[in-house]
């Protein structure tokens, strides 16, 4: 049986991979998907445990966080269509871009 | 199941992680997201979580990477909108080590995480038996009672949560009220 | 069915947020959804205060998800009070900014929803899920006005960061999951107490996650970036609402996480040394970026991180009651200091808030004599001047952490409340002192009716919630009844009985 | 009467809020007469505060006004009013004041009246809430509700200046305010750990065993407090500022009665609580003291404009004031509270005649005066008499105040008083010189010449002043008998004993049984009866 | 001791009379036309003339009751062991000052009326005139040393006001200005004379500052100590009775009306230092070298001013430093621990002093007020009574047997010599030729000669009745009071055996001589008294024959620029060019300039301006860090987080790194 350790490395993993991508790209789409992934590194560590401890909670937890996940993912893909819709009159080429935003500052 | 298949899947899922995050264009990085999901349903599995598994492949990467897809499609995202990434390696390279400098701190905890995990035979103890001489633990049904005996006011909670989101981009995305 | 009583509020505020949202769809005027909430949340808070006050104890209910206590009613009425407030303030608001939509209510009133859920529940899942609910909406409100390009980009950076920081507490809360079997914090609060679980590195990792992501929400350092740019961004009431009921919701939190996972053992000591450091940096980050900003809203942002810090000081100070107590009437004196001052900037920000910067409001307080005064008064408490609610607010945190040993804490503090000194008066020097430059644009000559009645009812309420004493007056809460019920509070909080069902906990092998 | 003291407080509190909300804009009308009513009548009730003297041992007894109401209990912090002979002065001083300053105002303030009227009635209730409060934080409350309508009196009323005086103004007095907040706080919870309560109540705090060592830095922040406010060198710059900005109203009640309640602090919380940490401090704080008697009357000299020669005396006598303060004996402390008076009307009489000034010729700045006690005799004989009142001429109160304290002080820091007693030449200097250049020599300008002098208003608004004046200069002796108690009971908290009785004279006057220069044979020659004659 | 309130009554009068003539006066400010001048000059003489009655009155029975009376008026201020009374007490000494002071000063009030008929401020001026004697008489009449510093400050206050009562002219302004502050910085060394006094005696178990008790007790403290705090006393003397260094106001002080001049700035309250030295004689008595310090600085005074007398051309002036060479002798009297010889010098001088005055006041009246005797001459002719009056004043300063000045100043060598300070002796006399002959200098340079100034000249006239029976009211006091004081060789000082109650008597011989040994010792001092005596008549003629032969005979003499010495002379020693360039100057132009601009402005203020403008600037540094990029708000938080889990985690060694 594969101990619930490596799971959890792989979990860890994902989770940092998750926030490399987060800090390092600009593409809003992508920045996205790695909070999406990150969530999903997450799950897995809730179901590693689950297993670990016997316990259904972390199932639940999983459960929980997909819809959520889901949830974000509408308003986050909202915000996105807004933005690239507002920004993309001014700037079509960098709407996408994280980096456009940076009118708040100082 | 066999540990083989944990390896293999574990190498897709990280894999394709990392091959998410260094796509240029977001419909492949998609692609690759997919594809890390599947892999995480395919561990999900392996961890008695067989429900868990089945979601994930229907809302996780399905129902949600198709908005994604279906959002960047609807945008007509083409190569000249893609943001201008002069530096992205170099970016990614510092954001790697970030996330190694933090991967190692986790595992080093994550080293001490004690015991291993519980025998099947004491879930089946716990949980009674399916048919086939899987768990119960993990199953519908299982999860289904402990979430709506234990957790019915977290679940209400997130049924609130998604109308939120339901109001919130239906004002946000909606093109003129 | 009774033994679901003390759940009523939450479920009547619910009702209020779908009716309100059904509403919006039917009815075309926004404003009367507003007035609908306002009435509705009122409701809401009537019913608080009647449980509250026939409270016997800690309810424990639905599988101990929900512990609704002294702290919980406490926190109700706030929040009540705060939704009643920002939605009346709101209302003048989206009229003149031509966005009024009846959804903007029911999103306020789902957010006050996943708050209620934040103070009542001792699940840290459950925790999570009302911050987001909370988050969610609150996220929605700030890219309110849709076609500000500055708006979006504060909705979107709000987005994003809080996003990361909701994975870093999902994650955080895995890793306790994992470590100590549960996520039910009274459960492990006494768990803490075996060596295993206080020393066990996966239990720490997961906990100072959750800390970080904690110290996003209530914007410390150096979670705090995201404050300044979504104050400016946000529409102002949503400015007030964040910077008041999200606040004190993250600090409702604070409290309650603090209590369970840091106040035992060594974890205490590590939390204690990581929120020392924290409220410090915290306190000066606030106080000198504050100092240069022209916008006003911005200064207050900073201002509020500034605050921030202050409270900080009094989580060093937990496990102590008093501190507790001293948080809950800080986050009150703040609330209503806050809303007062962001109802003025919200009026004299004039169409599409194009009067935001303070070298605009000279000479303003002679024109709005109202205006001019509440927001002074306002500043007077900002800066924790008596007898200003601020002021007392401060008071308490200062003898909390003396109580608890942190009298560099304190000398910190009072350093940082001189330097702040500095940017709050400028604003009154602004508004009183300085000849008007003629560049201000009077959008409006007459001060909207709900505006009005904020400023001035703010007003009274930071004044009278500093000097008001139990003895002069039983059922306004001043200084003295609200820091007694703060204390109560607490102490419901703190005395927990046995949970009523006997789930057992797996705590897994060591 | 156990209410006289929050009527005093809440009536010009009250009052002062209701002119700021209801008062009018223009018209001055209700604004100004109001406030006016309202101060005179404080000042009669302030006067509720001498009945019931009884005439005890020590000197006369004042009764003692008290009232304790529960605040805010979860901390031990009460509404508690007390007076005693220390304070009793100081309140009828600042309601007389307040009555004063208001009707002083009548021609400086022509617009947004109801604003500057409502500020000068809660400076008001601000400075008697200090001076009644009897627990620390009620103290603190006041100490700090007086900033607020002193700040908008300055930053909107004030001169071209205003704005960077006022910032520093409040700013100055927060950065006191604040550090004493701590001590404050301190304070309390020492009381808490070593008593088991909590407790604000001065007097509970008396005689709190403070560790070695560590009272030192609590009472530091007091002393910041007070210091501040009562412009303690090199902690002055301040004052200078606000003063010479302040309309002279506003001036006037801010030397006369705020300044004092720095002294009134050290002498109430910070020496009394801290009395080790006080006594350890106090040759220091008596040089500084010094210092700024010295330091101020030389500044003053070199000044060009009437508002800050006036400013930097008062400085200076506050400085002398202070060195009152930082010695223990019965005379100098005694003289100190007594001079807080004095120095009150005189000071504050010179910043009133310096505001007529103003009004008349449009300038404070000695240069554009001359010869002017030709064209206004009256004013110039009021001002000689304020002038040489600020000089501490015998028979003027001023000298009674000034007299006790260097006597008293010389005791403990003779070196100090020697250099403060100084300031009886300097002051002389800066003061008869101003007064010269002023008021004497040929008339060199029109704006002189066409001056009127001061009419009945005014006249009757210096009046007070003047029978303060020459009254407690020639019958001090009342006041001083009342203020004897009070301050015999402060020393106690040193240690310090009850003085001896004076050495009456000798019922018969013999001749001296001296011969020539006799070199030091006169102890053989006096009668030995008389070697001890009057030792207790 | 006897109690009567009669004592109160004598500084009341002229304290009422100042009242009511001040409000007088400020009330009929604005009036074109003052108050009568009739009725304001009777109001004014009354207070002193009652005054004076009261005063004789007591004075008469000080004869049977040595020991004087006592009145408590009221308590003024007492404080623990502080016990301050207004407390009056009239007993030898002061019996003797309050006759002077009420005697002339009515005297003075009268001539006033006169001699200030034309003047603006008339009412005024006779309330400060009022005003000033009830100062004096409270500073001579105070039991206790507060007390008598009221006065004592009082008087100061008056002489402020009257040296500048003409305040238009800026000169005579800051002449009251320094008058003013020179006797301030005496009075600081009074003040802290007295606290020594006071806290010494206490460590003694004697708490007071009354002049009996003290004189009670003054065996209780030592000789070094009582050095001391006669010194800080006498400091305040040399300023309120201008001796060196703290002369230099009184010339000045002559910018006053002459009646002014006449009763403050000679008669009276100059002298008050001397009363004050003798009051406490018993303190004195125990510091011989206090006392010859007294007496040494009383000596230059008085050979110092008397060298600036004779080169001076202001009438006025020469006064003024004939004033002072006479306070110095007085000073050197009482430092000889002549307390008795001291205070007759002082009663005489004011009698002789005051004519004078008031006869330079009728001349300077006469010739519309000119007061350099350059523009005089020959006004013999035009105001014999004047210059008959003058001239007997002159006489009796310049010790001629058998005027008033003869007697107290032979008393004073006398003592000096007594004392073996026989250089002083030498001293003194010398200044008394000196004095003879600055005095007949101005004498013959007013009266002799021929008119320099022929239109005033042509205007004199004597003044009015009012001012000549002053006149001759003093000129006959000054041929008569001397024989009060007759030297021991002539039968004795009456005037000495009437204060010995009150100064202890001055014993002239060893107190256990008897026998043949005292009579001889007796004879030979006799004989010394007679020689000595000789010597001053022989220096005061020839003083007279110098000036006669310099100055009598000539038409026009030579008023040309001092040289050598003369010059220094002329100049007052520099003292005023020093005290002006280093006291003056130096502290308004360097330590108040340097004050308000540099210290004040930069070493305290620097700091605290300076420390916001750091704050802003490192704000305005550090606001960069805010970049408004998403991503560097995530590696702060993830940077952030990360610090906290290193830190923590190796801190408390839940991790081995």
């Known amino acids: 049986m594969v101990p619930t350790q490596y799971y959890l490395l792989v979990s860890a993993a994902l989770f940092c991979i998750g926030l490399a991508g987060f800090v390092s790209r600009r593409n809003l789409f992508i920045v996205f998907m790695s909070i999406e992934l990150m969530l999903n590194g997450v799950n897995l560590s809730f179901l590693a445990f689950s297993r670990h401890i016997g316990s259904l909670d972390g199932h639940v937890f999983t459960f929980l966080v997909i819809a959520l996940a889901a949830a974000e993912a509408a308003i986050g893909l909202a915000i996105v269509i807004l933005i690239f819709k507002n920004a993309g009159a001014t700037a079509a080429s960098d709407a996408l871009s994280v980096d456009n935003y940076q009118s708040l500052k100082h | 199941m066999h540990p083989a298949f944990f390896y293999i899947l574990a190498t897709v899922s990280v894999l394709a992680a990392l091959g998410m995050i260094f796509q240029r264009h977001p419909l492949s990085a998609a692609v690759y997201l997919v594809v890390c999901f599947l892999g995480l349903a395919g561990l999900y599995a392996m961890l008695s979580a067989p429900l868990l598994a089945i979601l994930q492949i229907l809302v996780y990467a399905g129902a949600i990477m198709a908005l994604v897809v279906f959002v960047i499609m609807l945008l007509n995202v083409r190569d000249e909108d893609l943001p201008h990434e002069p530096h992205m390696y170099w970016h990614l390279g510092g954001g790697l080590a970030l996330g190694a400098a933090l991967f190692v701190v986790l595992s080093k905890a994550i080293h001490k995480v004690p015991g291993e995990a519980a025998p099947t035979a004491d879930l089946v103890a716990r949980y009674g038996e399916q048919v086939g001489g899987a768990p119960k633990f993990g199953g519908i049904e299982a999860v289904g009672l402990h979430l709506f005996n234990q957790f019915v006011f977290p679940f209400e909670i997130i049924s609130i949560l998604l109308t939120v989101a339901v109001v919130g981009v239906v004002v946000l995305a909606k093109r003129r009220i | 069915m009774l033994a679901y009583a003390p759940l009523f509020p939450f479920f009547l505020l619910t009702a209020v947020a779908l009716i309100a949202m059904l509403m919006s769809a039917l009815v075309e005027d926004g404003a009367k959804v507003g007035w609908f909430t306002a009435a509705g949340l009122t409701g809401v808070g009537v019913l608080a205060v009647n449980q509250w006050a026939s409270n016997d104890g800690p309810h424990r209910l639905l599988s101990d998800a929900v512990t609704i206590d002294g702290f919980s009613y406490f926190f109700y009425l706030l929040f009540c009070i705060i939704g009643v407030v920002s939605t009346v303030m709101a209302i003048p608001y989206l009229d003149r900014e031509q966005a009024q939509r009846g959804e903007y209510y029911a999103l306020l009133a789902f957010a006050l929803t996943g708050m209620f859920v934040m103070v009542s529940s001792d699940d840290l899942m459950t925790l999570f899920l009302g911050l987001e609910t909370m988050s969610l909406a609150v996220y929605v409100m700030v890219g309110w006005r849709r076609h500000v390009l500055r708006s979006n980009e504060a909705v979107l950076k709000y987005f994003f960061l809080g996003s990361l920081a909701a994975a870093i507490f999902l994650y955080g809360i895995a890793l306790i999951y994992g470590s100590a079997g549960t996520t039910n914090l009274v459960d492990i609060a006494s768990l803490l107490h075996t060596p295993a679980l206080n020393m066990n590195p996966v239990f720490v990792l997961g906990s100072l996650m959750v800390l970080a992501a904690v110290g996003f929400k209530v914007a410390a350092f150096p979670f705090h970036m995201w404050a300044p740019d979504v104050y400016e961004g946000a529409p102002t009431p949503v400015t007030a609402f964040m910077a008041t009921a999200v606040k004190a919701a993250a600090f409702a939190l604070a409290v309650r996480v603090g209590l369970a996972l840091f106040s035992v053992g060594q974890l205490h000591e590590i939390g204690q040394a990581v929120v020392w450091h924290l409220a410090i940096l915290t306190m000066f980050v606030g106080n000198v970026f504050a100092l240069v900003q022209k916008n006003m809203k911005r200064m207050l942002a900073y201002s509020s991180i500034a605050h921030t810090g202050y409270l900080l000081v009094g989580i060093a100070a937990l496990p102590d009651a008093d501190a507790g107590a001293a948080i809950m009437f800080y986050l009150v004196a703040y609330a209503f200091t806050n809303l007062g001052a962001l109802a003025c900037v919200a009026f004299l920000a004039g169409r599409e808030e194009r009067v935001e910067n303070i070298e605009d409001y000279a000479g303003i307080a002679w024109r709005y004599p109202l205006v001019g005064l509440g927001m002074a008064i306002c500043m007077f408490s900002l800066i924790g001047f008596p007898p200003t609610a601020g002021f007392f607010g401060k008071y308490y945190l200062f003898i909390a952490a003396m109580k608890a040993n942190l009298a560099p804490l304190v000398v910190v503090a009072v350093i940082n409340s001189i330097l702040s000194v500095y940017y709050y008066l400028r604003v009154i020097v602004t508004m009183y002192m300085v000849p008007p430059s003629g560049a201000v644009d009077p959008a409006e000559s007459h001060i909207p009716g709900p505006t009005r009645a904020v400023i001035v009812y703010a007003s009274i309420a930071v004044v009278w919630a500093g000097i008001g004493t139990a003895n002069i007056t039983a059922f306004l809460p001043g200084a003295a009844p609200l820091i007694t019920s703060a204390k109560d509070s607490m102490k419901s909080l703190m005395s927990k009985p046995k949970p009523e069902s006997e789930r057992t906990t797996t705590t897994g092998e060591r | 009467m156990s209410f006289l003291l929050s009527l005093l407080i809440f009536l010009p509190l009250l009052a002062g809020l209701a002119i700021l909300f209801f008062g009018d804009e223009d018209e001055q009308g209700f604004a100004r007469w109001g406030s006016l009513v309202v101060a005179i009548a404080n000042g009669l009730l302030s006067i509720g505060l001498l009945a019931g003297a009884e005439r005890v041992a020590g000197g006369i007894q004042l009764a003692s006004f008290e009232e304790k109401r529960p605040w805010i209990d979860a901390l031990g912090i009460q509404y508690f009013l007390r007076t005693d002979g220390m304070s009793t002065f100081l309140i009828i001083l600042a309601t007389a004041c307040t009555a004063i300053a208001i009707a002083a105002s009548w021609r400086i303030v022509s617009e947004k009246a109801r604003i500057y009227y409502g500020c000068m009635l809660l400076l008001s209730g601000g400075m008697i809430g200090v001076l009644a409060a009897a627990d620390l934080f009620c103290f603190y409350v006041f100490w700090e509700v007086m900033l607020i309508p002193a ?336 301050t015999a009971a402060y020393l106690k908290h040193f240690g310090v004993a009850a003085d001896p009785a004076p050495t009456v004279s000798p019922t018969k006057v013999g001749p001296p049984a001296h011969g020539a220069v006799t070199h030091g044979e006169a102890g053989d020659a006096a009668p030995a009866e008389h070697s001890t004659q009057g030792i207790h | 001791m006897q109690s009567t309130a009669l004592v109160s009554l004598i500084p009341l009068f002229p304290l009422v009379g100042a009242i009511v003539l001040g409000l007088v006066a400020l009330f009929s400010s604005h009036r074109e036309v003052g108050p009568d001048k009739g009725l304001v000059g009777f109001l004014a003489c009354l207070g002193p003339i009652m005054s004076c009655i009261v005063a004789t009155m007591l004075f008469a029975d000080l004869r049977t009751n040595p020991q004087g009376f006592v009145h408590v008026a009221f308590t003024w201020f007492s404080v623990g062991s502080l016990h301050v009374p207004a407390e009056f007490w009239v007993d030898r000494l002061s019996g003797v000052m309050i006759m002077i002071v009420t005697f002339v000063g009515s005297l003075i009030h009268i001539y006033s009326v006169g001699y200030m008929q034309h003047e603006r401020g008339f009412t005024r001026f006779f309330a400060y005139l009022n005003l000033f004697t009830f100062s004096m008489l409270v500073l001579v009449l105070a039991k206790n040393l507060p007390l008598m510093f009221l006065g004592w400050e009082g008087v100061g206050a008056c002489s402020y006001l009257l040296i500048g009562y003409y305040f238009t002219e800026t000169e005579k302004a800051q002449a009251a200005n320094k008058a003013f502050i020179v006797n301030r910085i005496g009075d600081l060394g009074f003040l802290i004379g007295m606290f020594v006094l006071f806290w010494y005696l206490g460590t003694k178990g004697v708490w007071t500052v009354d002049f009996a008790t003290i004189r009670e007790n003054a065996h209780l403290i030592t000789p070094a100590m009582a050095g001391v705090i006669g010194i800080l006393l006498f400091v305040g003397a040399c300023g309120k009775s201008a001796q060196i260094p703290l002369h230099v106001w009184l010339a000045d002080a002559m910018a006053g009306p002459t009646p002014v001049s006449a009763l403050i700035h000679a008669a009276t309250m100059v002298t008050a230092g001397v009363y004050m030295v003798a009051r406490m004689a018993a303190l004195y008595n125990l510091a011989p070298s206090t006392s010859h310090v007294i007496a040494i600085v009383g000596m230059t005074t008085a050979i110092m001013a008397a060298t600036i007398a004779i080169t001076q051309h202001n009438i006025k002036k020469v006064l003024a430093y004939s004033t002072v060479s006479q306070l110095g002798y007085m000073f050197a009297a009482v430092g000889a621990g002549a307390y008795s010889a001291g205070v007759f010098h002082l009663f005489t001088h004011a009698f002789f002093k005051a004519l004078l005055f008031l006869g330079a006041g009728a001349v300077i009246h006469a010739m519309h007020h000119e007061e350099e005797m350059d523009n005089y001459g020959g006004l013999w002719k035009k105001l014999p009574f004047t210059a008959t009056t003058m001239l007997i004043g002159c006489v009796a300063i310049a010790g001629i047997p058998p005027l008033a000045g003869f007697f107290s100043k032979d008393a004073i060598l006398f003592a000096q010599w007594q004392q073996g300070w026989y250089w002083l002796w030498g001293v003194g006399l010398f200044t008394s030729f000196l004095t003879a002959f600055y005095m007949f200098r101005m004498w013959f340079l007013t009266f002799l000669g021929t008119p320099r100034d022929h239109h005033a000249y042509d205007g004199a006239h004597e003044g009015p009745a009012v001012m000549n029976v002053p006149l001759a009211i003093l000129a006959a006091g000054t041929l008569v009071v001397g024989f009060l004081g007759l030297p021991e060789a002539m039968g004795g000082s009456k005037f000495a055996a009437w204060l010995a109650p009150a100064v202890g008597a001055h014993a002239h011989l060893p107190a256990d001589l008897s026998g043949k040994a005292l009579e001889a010792a007796t004879y030979g001092l006799h004989q010394t008294e007679y020689l000595l005596a000789a010597f001053a008549i022989l220096g005061a003629v020839a003083g007279i024959t110098l000036a006669f032969l310099r100055y009598g005979g000539q038409a026009t003499p030579v008023f040309g620029r001092a040289r050598g010495l003369f010059a220094l002379f002329q100049n007052r020693y520099f003292f005023d060019h020093i005290n002006d360039a280093v006291f003056v100057r130096g502290s308004i132009d360097f330590l108040g300039w340097g004050f308000r601009h540099v210290v004040d402005r930069w070493i305290i203020d620097g700091p605290i301006r300076g420390l916001p403008t750091l704050y802003y600037k490192f704000s305005d540094t550090v606001r960069v860090m805010q970049s408004g990029a998403v991503r560097t708000y995530a590696y702060a938080m993830l940077l952030g987080t990360l610090a906290i889990l290193f830190v923590v985690m190796s801190g408390w060694s839940l991790l081995r790194f």
């Open chain 4, 151 to 486: 700040f908008f009196l300055i930053g909107v009323f004030g001169g071209e200046q205003r704005r960077p005086a006022v910032i520093k103004f409040v700013i100055y007095t927060m950065v006191g305010s604040l550090l004493m907040l701590i001590g404050i706080t301190y304070v309390g919870w020492q009381h808490f750990v070593l008593r088991g309560s909590w407790t604000f109540a001065i007097d509970a705090l008396y005689g709190l065993p403070f560790r070695d060592g560590i009272a030192m830095w609590p009472f530091l922040t007091f002393l910041a407090a007070f210091g501040i406010k009562a412009a303690l060198f090199p902690l002055h710059t301040w004052l200078p500022a606000a003063y010479s900005q302040a309309p002279m109203p506003v001036t006037f009640l801010l030397s006369a009665v705020m300044a004092k309640l720095g002294i009134y602090g050290l002498l109430r919380v910070a020496l009394p609580i801290f009395p080790e940490a006080a006594q350890v401090a106090m040759p220091v704080l008596a040089a500084l003291a010094t210092a700024g008697v010295v330091y101020a009357a030389f500044v003053a000299l070199a000044q060009e404009d009437a508002r800050l020669v006036v400013a930097y005396a008062s400085i200076s006598h506050l400085g002398v004031i202070l060195l009152g303060v930082f010695s223990l004996t019965h005379q100098a402390v005694a003289g100190s509270v007594f001079h807080m008076v004095g120095h009150a009307v005189t000071t504050g009489a010179l910043f009133l005649l310096v505001g007529f000034m103003a009004e008349r010729r449009g300038s404070t700045l000695i240069a554009d005066w001359g010869g002017a006690a030709k064209t206004v005799p009256v004013f110039a004989t009021f001002f000689m008499l304020f002038m040489l009142a600020a000089v501490g001429l015998p028979g003027l109160t001023a000298f009674i105040g000034e007299f006790m304290i260097f006597l008293g002080a010389f005791k403990q820091h003779a070196t100090a008083t020697a250099i403060a007693a100084t300031s009886i030449i300097f002051g002389a200097a800066y003061m008869l010189w101003w007064y010269q250049r002023t008021m004497f020599g040929p008339v060199q300008h029109d704006g002189v010449a066409r001056m009127a002098d001061l009419n009945m208003r005014e006249g009757a608004l210096l009046m007070p002043l003047v029978l303060a004046i020459i009254g407690l200069g020639v019958f001090p002796q009342p006041m001083l008998s009342a203020i004897a108690p009070s």
